[in-house]
């Protein structure tokens, strides 16, 4: 099977811990600390390894938290292509309060790069691309990064013969999707900002996906809708895919499981309807580990008979 190619321009070291109560000005006792390599991208391809699959990450590292994810790469096993930065890679923190879990997610801004090393980007991944299965380019653009970026890989999989996977917001995602990918995973409130919907109501929002797969948009567009699971469109059905009901520990990376089990399911010759049971099994098994932890092979494989799929009728 084709390897999948995976794109992170700002990834980040994900520090995990926990404290018993967040309050203003005392200090926070933390328990402990757990450290995961994160980003779009990587976690993509973290996920498509777990199940199974082959994947190369291409990502950016700079200073020495670019070294110390290099080192959490290497304990992962991910084969990997890095571009080295002149700044600092970036860390976000997640904190868990208390028994209830509730999480608070701290995202700290990535280093800003040249023009020169976002062309080395694109270069490394005309290289590794040739030959894939898929290109996925997830995740926030680092500052200094041009808006259309991902268009520019939308264009670089066209030449190669590679499908694109495109989950981003705002206008890189706007810009991706004028220049045509095969899948994207907008949430509903992306979805309204892409369509000018503004309503709330399903079947409005299943028609304003119909209408951007219409276009062009995109070949197939998975939009995410939180604990009612996702809404598949191609050009000839809709599929509503719900997960089962499983007791959440943390929601950090439950997005990139989706993507990385429908991407791997597609890869794997699997029709979307089925590819969409994959990446709701993967993205709710995120939700069963702690915190910046990924969905595991067991829970997903375990959970993929509990999903229910059924066909929108159109209008």
Known sequence: MPHIVTLTLNPAI??????P?????HKL?????RRDPGGGGINVARVVRELGGESI????????TGGLLEELLEEKGLLRRSIPLRDCTRESFTVAEGSGAREYRFILPGPTLSEREWQRCLEALDDVAVGAAFIVASGS??????EDFYARVARLGKRLGVRVVVDTSGPPLRAALEEGVYLAKPNRRELRDLSGV????????AAAARELVARGSAELLAVSMGADGALLTSREAQFRAEPPPVKTHSSVGAGDSFVAGMTLALARGNPPEEALRWGIASGTAALLTQGTDLCLREDVERLHAQVAVTQVRRP
């Not at 006792?29 to 600390?33: A, M, N, T």
């Not at 990450?57 to 020495?64: D, E, K, L």
Request: hydrophobic fraction near 35%; include cysteine; aromatic fraction near 6%.
């Open 14 to 19: 994900d520090v995990a811990t926990s404290v």
């Open 21 to 25: 109560e967040v309050t203003p000005e």
């Open 29 to 33: 006792r933390c328990g402990p600390v």
């Open 57 to 64: 990450a291409v990502y950016t590292r700079g200073g020495a």
């Open 141 to 146: 653009l680092a500052p200094g990064v041009p």
């Open 198 to 205: 503004t309503a709330e109501d399903f079947d409005t929002q």
